[in-house]
């Protein structure tokens, strides 16, 4: 029986030594005697950890494989390597391989493979430099713009043996160039062997009668290209001709046949060698495909699956030594490639946008800034209303064409400004006396009634008067849009009025109240008024018809809302108590003693919730179960108006939303529901009478005779 063999460290004496490995008999002194050394990274220190002695090893095993490759055979597999490597790996040889894209490199490369094409790479890097310093009396290389994989499979075939040439210079110094390399220049076969002095050399101008390249170059020159190695300082010493051939026993290689989606991976690079490529390269101008090593799979296997990003990075530093001029400008050449590949150019749209729906709305701006093609598509209108879909609409949609890119850009910086803050004021200008009631259809155009008994139309955009309405004989408490054209108002004069806006003249006056009606609620087509008389009265707007007298308040009605499927109406008094009254019967179904000592001013509500004004202080309450919820008493002076908006009413007993409360102390706030503070304060010169708010704005109507607009829907 085979006793295992103890491999010995260079760098250990001989009473130190490893752990045995089982099976190795014919290969396992050779490997410790010759590649250890190469490989191994323990400089003296003893090995504790089982892993990376096996990792060590499996490097010993993948030196022996190196020196029994070619060189077409090394470059599919480093193919290999790169499509199962991450940006890590990417980063760690785009570093390593820099000085590789220097012009000593390429020229000593072309002194030691002469039959190989060495051409520089075009990079970012470079074109950026010879804009930047453009020098005109020295002779300039061609370079490869590669942006297929068969401009780099034809920038490394091999062109076999070309003698350099003396060619003409041109007057700027420049040698003609030959064109084009699927879709960039390309050397031509005299310019791309041709002899360059190294970085370290004297440079010498071109002119008329000397010429750089000529025969006649100085001894310095000639000492460098006889002395090649001496200028690749960048690599190791060549492969070693007496590093063993055999493959350790113990190691059976990883085949197709015991790793079928490795398989898949080889049939996918045996394809993209035979099918047309994407710049219209035909499979018969490419080199025959050399066929993978077995001992490739089990090194894709270690590499892929067994080792991490720092053995991945150990094992790519180690094995750039190993490798000569031809694989390193393979590597540059792919590595270039990737680094410039428009992938989601070269899909088809609908992919591409599939693709690009996964990023999130910043990272969609920061790829636009890409290219032309990649704001085009990162612009496009599918990918944003997807977008918009995952955000609540609170602005308007524009009629006609719109972007959505537009719609959701806008409501982001609307819901942000709501957050901060952040508005546009406008003040409008025009009534006579305070303004005492505002609302606002929707789209254009503002009504606001004033203690100068007139009703005027704005347009909201411009603040520019429209149309004034003159008719009621006392000041205008209450205004509602019921149709586009049709306006409904109500006085102090005891009078509801219906207004023609087309014409500028009231329709119909409907006669009931026998005081001052101090506020109005309009949904669908029904209207209730609330009165000093104590009483509620409720209109049907299609006929104009009195529907219901609603009696039950011992002092008059300062306020009254409805639910928006109008089969409720609740209603504050100043006999300190809500009630809820059925539209179908007209009779109260409830009564809340919301306040203990002074009158109901104001109140809102919506969704199951209200809120309502009790001298300074604001509260919320659940409808169903009468019960207060919370208070907001940051206010100075009387509230005058409240406006209510529940978004959620999951949680019953803490709803989320918005409310905005305005007061005599010229001072109007909004709250979140879920908020014991208000989020910001608005501040009026006078005092606010009446409120309108909605997604995007807030309307004050103020005592110095102005209307004061609280625009947030703006980008400033």
């Known amino acids: 029986m085979e006793q295992p063999v103890q491999i010995l460290h260079p760098h250990h004496g001989e009473g130190d030594c ?115 310093r453009a020098v005109r009396n020295y ?23 070309v003698h350099s040439e003396d060619m003409p210079v041109t007057r700027q110094g420049r040698q003609s160039e030959k ?30 009668n000397a010429n750089p390249l000529s025969r006649s170059a100085p001894a310095s020159l000639k000492r460098i290209t006889d002395e090649a190695p001496a200028v690749r300082r960048h690599m190791q010493d060549r492969p070693r001709p007496n590093a063993p051939s055999a493959i350790p026993k113990d190691y059976s290689p990883v085949t197709a046949q015991n790793l079928p989606h490795l398989t898949k991976s080889l049939t996918q690079i045996q394809i993209s060698r035979t099918r047309p490529t994407m710049s219209g390269t035909s499979p018969r101008n490419l080199p025959p495909v050399p066929i993978v090593p077995d001992e490739a799979w089990q090194l894709y296997h270690w590499y892929e699956e067994c080792w991490n990003d720092v053995q991945r990075n150990e ?10 001029s031809r694989q390193l400008y393979f590597l540059c050449s792919s590595l270039a490639l990737k680094q410039s590949r428009d992938f989601i ?80 004021q406008i003040d409008v200008r025009g009534h006579t006396a305070k303004v005492l009631c505002v609302t606002f259809d929707g789209k254009t155009r503002l009504a606001s009634g004033s203690k100068d008994s007139s009703i005027k139309i704005w347009d909201i955009h411009t603040g520019n008067l429209i149309q004034t309405l003159k008719g009621h004989t006392k000041g205008v ?51 209730v008024t609330a009165s000093q008389d104590r009483t509620l009265k409720l209109w049907d707007m299609r006929t104009c018809l009195l529907e219901h007298t609603l009696v039950g308040h011992t002092q008059a009605v300062f306020c009254v809302d409805m639910d928006d499927n109008c089969t409720m109406v609740i209603s504050g008094s100043a006999d300190r108590s809500i009630r809820v009254w059925s539209v179908e019967t007209g009779r109260y179904t409830k009564v809340i003693w919301a306040s203990q000592s002074t009158s109901i001013m104001a109140l809102s509500y919506h969704r199951g919730y209200f809120t309502c004004a009790v001298g300074e202080t604001v ?98």
């Open 315 to 324: 094992f790519l530093h180690k094995l750039l030594k190993r490798l000569d």
């Open 477 to 527: 408490w209450c205004l509602s849009f019921f149709t586009r054209y049709l306006l409904v108002s109500s006085s102090f004069d005891g009078t509801v009025k219906v207004w023609n806006l087309r014409s500028g003249v009231c329709t119909r006056t409907m006669f009931g109240h026998d005081g001052p009606i101090w506020a109005m609620a309009q949904k669908g087509h029904f209207l």
């Open 179 to 208: 064109t084009t390399l699927s879709g960039g220049p390309q050397l031509s076969r005299s310019t791309a062997n041709i002899k360059l002095p190294s970085i370290h050399s004297t440079r010498y101008h071109s002119s008329r």
């Open 18 to 132: 490893l752990a045995p490995h089982q099976g190795d008999v014919s290969s396992g002194p050779i490997i410790g005697a010759s590649l250890m050394g190469q490989w191994h990274a323990f400089k003296g220190r003893p090995i504790e950890n089982e892993l990376d002695m096996e990792f060590h090893r499996q490097l010993d095993h993948v030196a022996v494989w190196i020196d029994r490759w070619g060189h077409q055979q090394k470059c599919l597999i480093l193919e290999g390597i790169l499509t199962r490597s991450n940006y890590s790996q990417f980063g760690f040889l785009w570093t390593c391989l820099q000085p590789a894209l220097h012009r000593d490199f390429m020229y000593t490369s072309q002194q030691l493979y002469p039959e190989h094409r060495f051409t520089p790479i075009s990079t970012f890097v470079s074109r950026e430099t010879r804009a930047r």
């Open 619 to 716: 509260s919320l309450w659940r409808l169903e179960t009468a019960s207060c919820i919370k208070t907001f008493d940051e206010h100075e002076k009387r509230v005058e108006s409240v406006g209510l908006r529940v978004d959620n009413a999951k949680d019953p007993d803490s709803p989320r939303g918005l409310l905005v409360t305005a007061g005599q102390d010229g001072m109007v706030k909004y709250w979140n529901l879920d908020s014991n503070k208000s989020n910001h304060t608005l501040q009026s010169s006078s005092q606010i009478n009446s409120l309108f708010f909605d997604e995007t704005k807030i309307i004050g109507a103020c005592s110095d005779y102005k209307l004061k607009i609280w625009d947030f829907n703006t980008s400033l």
């Open 345 to 424: 150019a070269l899909l088809p749209e609908s992919l591409a946008l599939r693709i690009l729906q996964y990023l999130s709305p910043k990272s969609l701006l920061v790829a636009a800034l890409v290219s032309r093609t990649w704001c085009r598509l990162a612009s496009h209108d599918s990918i944003w209303k997807a977008k918009c879909d995952q955000v609540d609409i609170e602005i308007p949609l524009p009629s006609g064409h719109f972007l959505w890119k537009t719609v959701y850009r806008d409501n982001v910086f609307l819901r942000q400004n709501w957050e901060s803050g952040k508005c546009k």
């Open 139 to 161: 002779y300039h290389v061609g370079s490869a713009h590669l942006q297929r994989r068969s401009d780099v499979i034809r920038c490394n075939t091999d062109t076999g043996p």
